[in-house]
């Protein structure tokens, strides 16, 4: 079981945050779909009844798949971004230490002596 939660723990704190997050969102935008309800003369008592409520699935729904996509829009931005960087020679990339063993290679022919 040790083994287990050292292997997946990160997925399984990341899942809790995603849907600690997420419960969070549920409750907020229930609480913006009350005060719209309100300010349109509904009374709606709690949010268990406005969860009850066709309109705020739909509400909720929409907002969760706009919130979605604005962050893969974002994360799809970063990858793409690292990824060119990284290819071009950037300090992150991986040629960048092939380079110095390059150098490393002449400075030693210089002086005589091998690596080897």
């Known amino acids: 079981m040790h083994r287990h939660l050292r292997q997946y723990g990160l ?3 990341i899942g809790l945050l995603f849907l600690l997050s997420w419960i969070g969102q549920l409750f907020t935008e229930a609480a913006v779909y009350i005060d719209e309800a309100r300010a349109h003369g509904q ?3 709690s949010v ?3 969860f009850h409520e066709a309109d705020f699935w739909e509400q909720f729904g929409q907002s969760t798949f706009e919130n979605w996509q604005s962050e893969w829009l974002q ?20 040629d960048s230490e092939e380079r110095i063993e390059a150098k490393l290679d002449i400075l030693l022919e210089e002086k005589g002596s091998s690596r080897r």
Do not use: N, R
Request: charged share 5%; hydrophobic share 65%.
């Open 75 to 94: 994360v799809a931005t970063f990858v793409i971004a690292t990824a060119y960087l990284v290819f071009k020679g950037s300090a992150e990339s991986a």
């Open 48 to 50: 268990w009844v406005a």
């Open 11 to 13: 997925a399984y704190v």
């Open 43 to 45: 009374h709606i008592a």
